[in-house]
């Protein structure tokens, strides 16, 4: 209760001083919309269906990009583990790409899909692949070796290995890099529709900057943070504090 009442009680001290300036500091609207500008246009471009709209189809994205980059990245993550070669060559190049910002593939996903939804599930599925293949292979590289000598002792072995020892054990690193891929992903998927087409909410954005309408920019930023922050707490920090306590680490 504490912790909601101050972060309310800072939201309210923003919104008055954002009041406050728009009006006390004789910019146009165009340049500083007041905040009661603001959540007019964001109501009614959730009553009109423009911003549903747009939800809409950045989620849709995001969820069949971030689905790709999962199953990608256990994939890598697995066979980095596994074999030496592959960690030696591959593991390395996944560590380099990682240091790659998504929006510099965005380039090469126009030349080789073309301005359309293709090149922005591209951007949002590399947004989060490398990061989720960093975290497989951490996740599966600190299982203890006991648990594996006890599995392979009773005859565990193959996918039974996997599924019963490997994966159980590697939850709680799994999940927190599900956290991280999540945020890279829902980044880069807001640059990609930025500079793509085809709606959603970076496009949208994009409407507004270049219509000039500040108060539609400002509303869809909010849409975008709070989009995260719902997402981010309430999917990810609710299931990572719970394998947390169930797994004893927390």
């Not at 990608?72 to 190049?93: A, N, P, Q, V």
């Not at 951007?123 to 600190?142: E, H």
């Amino acid at each position: 209760m504490t912790i909601a009442f101050r972060r309310i009680s800072f939201i309210v001290i923003i919104a008055v001083i954002w009041e406050a300036t728009s009006r006390l500091s004789g910019l146009p609207d165009f340049m500083f919309p007041s905040l009661i500008q603001v959540f007019e246009t964001l109501y009614n471009g959730i009553i009109n269906g423009q911003i549903l709209v747009a939800i809409g189809k950045s989620l849709s994205r995001l969820l069949i990009g971030f689905s790709i980059a999962i199953v990608l990245g256990l994939i890598m993550g697995y066979l980095i583990w596994r074999y030496k070669l592959i960690e030696d060559t591959l593991g390395f190049l996944v560590t380099a790409l990682q240091s790659i910002p998504s929006i510099v593939w965005f380039p090469l996903a126009i030349i080789w899909f073309g301005l359309n939804d293709m090149a922005i599930l591209f951007i949002v599925t590399i947004g989060a692949t490398w990061t989720m293949t960093t975290s497989a292979t951490s996740g599966f590289k600190n299982v203890p070796q006991l648990y594996q000598r006890v599995a392979k002792t009773f005859g565990s072995t193959g996918f039974h290995f996997i599924r019963t020892v490997i994966l159980p054990a590697s939850v709680p690193q799994l999940l927190s890099g599900l956290r991280i891929a999540w945020a890279f992903s829902w980044r880069a998927l807001m640059a990609g529709e930025l500079l793509g087409a085809g709606g959603g909410l970076g496009q949208l954005l994009e409407t507004g900057r270049s219509l000039g309408q500040m108060d539609l920019v400002i509303s869809v930023m909010i849409m975008i943070a709070v989009i995260g922050t719902i997402i981010d707490q309430i999917v990810f920090t609710r299931l990572e504090r719970s394998v947390q306590t169930k797994w004893g680490v927390a």
